[in-house]
């Protein structure tokens, strides 16, 4: 499996949820995942984020994992 890039991750994770209006604590009570974790991976301390964090996290956002991950050239699923 190819390695992605956290500072991507960070990019478009930060750019979808402020696209909301979203805060941090906002999307983890939407996705489930901690605010601690978003704030890691969204400051790119996090550099290995589990798929199973992606997925709750895109589902949140309507967005898809490719979108997160940098792969995808729109946000939709």
Do not use: C, F
């Not at 984020?49 to 992606?54: E, K």
């Not at 589902?59 to 729109?74: P, Q």
């Amino acid at each position: 499996m190819p390695s992605v890039d956290p500072s991507r991750i960070a990019d478009t994770l930060k750019a979808a949820r402020v696209r909301l209006g979203w805060s941090r604590e906002t999307l983890a009570h939407h996705s489930g995942v901690s605010w601690s974790a978003i704030a890691q991976i969204e400051s790119g301390r996090r550099k290995d984020v589990r798929l199973g964090t992606l997925s709750a996290l895109a589902e949140a956002l309507g967005v898809s994992v490719d979108y997160l991950i940098g792969n995808a050239g729109t946000m939709g699923q």
